[in-house]
């Protein structure tokens, strides 16, 4: 089979993170979501938590001021700190798509290699339900705040990709494969995903 790479982009808490985990190790092929960042500080030259602060929130644009949490605004190179940030981010997604096949999560990576032919684009979204019984487990939320971190956290990323992209954070459209987690469940998602790529790139 020739490489590919996988995006996952995904709603808050219907479980990108496990899939990827488990897709990763039914295909035998690295996955990245954090370590996008921590690659890119490395490369940059930056600081890791410069990265981590920026990861998929909206800045500028949508009323995040950077100078008061510590960062310059504006580099000698006359370009805003977070461009240079979200830069490096995305010269680094092209940097692990060229190393071979590999699944990336998140970070407008679907947008970024638009180009490859051997891009698979996923959305995974899940009904509220399901998602503040994951959040509440595996994240130890409070019940009543559970819904609210959903919508909090969906927001900024939808925000956050729709700065950076023309496709649209969500829309069934911009993706090959939109899948509801909540009516089959993390294991058989996983099993959907890899039976798929084995029809597109075999």
Request: with cysteine; proline share 1%; net charge negative.
């Amino acid at each position: 089979m020739k490489d590919f790479v996988i995006s996952i982009s995904r709603q808050f808490g219907c479980g990108g993170h496990e899939i990827a985990t488990k897709l990763s190790e039914k295909l035998g092929i690295p996955y990245y979501d954090k370590e996008i960042m921590k690659r890119a500080a490395k490369d940059s030259g930056f600081d890791e938590s410069l990265f981590m602060f920026y990861d998929e929130k909206p800045t500028r644009s949508f009323l995040y001021n950077v100078s008061t949490d510590g960062f310059a605004g504006i580099t000698s190179t006359g370009r805003t700190l977070e461009d240079q940030v979200f830069q490096w981010q995305f010269d680094t997604i092209r940097k692990v798509a060229d190393e071979g096949s590999c699944i990336i999560v998140g970070r407008c990576a679907d947008y970024i290699l638009q180009d490859n032919k051997n891009l698979l684009t996923i959305f995974l979204h899940a009904n509220d339900d399901f998602r503040c019984d994951r959040v509440i487990r595996q994240y130890g939320i409070n019940e009543k705040n559970a819904l609210k971190e959903i919508k909090s956290t969906d927001k900024k990323r939808s925000r956050f990709h729709n700065f950076y992209c023309d496709n649209k954070w969500g829309d069934a459209a911009s993706y090959d494969l939109s899948i509801d987690v909540s009516h089959i469940g993390i294991d058989d998602t996983v099993e959907l995903i890899a039976y798929y790529i084995n029809k597109k790139f075999a």
